[in-house]
């Protein structure tokens, strides 16, 4: 019997967006992805067994450290 995607692993999903280049420049890479993924997410209106505002909490938050981390502090996560 399959399971069905649930909130817990579109987390760690969003977790790990952008970080399977190993040896490469992963944080521009990464801050264009949750960028996308961020912006995207605001649009979905279908999750399923997903928690879509949890998602994008965390998605937003993930968004904010990449750009403390790239020296990008001063856009907001609904700016992007």
């Known amino acids: 019997m399959s399971q069905s995607w649930a909130t817990e692993q579109e987390l760690m999903f969003v977790k790990n ?13 990464r801050l264009k992805l949750l960028e996308n993924y961020v912006r995207a997410a605001r649009e979905r209106f279908n999750w399923g067994n997903v928690n879509g505002e949890r998602v ?20 907001s996560p609904l700016t992007c």
Do not use: C, D, N, S
């Open 56 to 75: 994008i909490q965390f998605a937003e938050a993930e968004l904010v450290e990449e750009r403390l981390k790239t020296g990008q502090t001063f856009r």
């Open 17 to 29: 967006l952008g970080t399977y280049r190993e040896g490469h420049e992963i944080i521009p890479m």
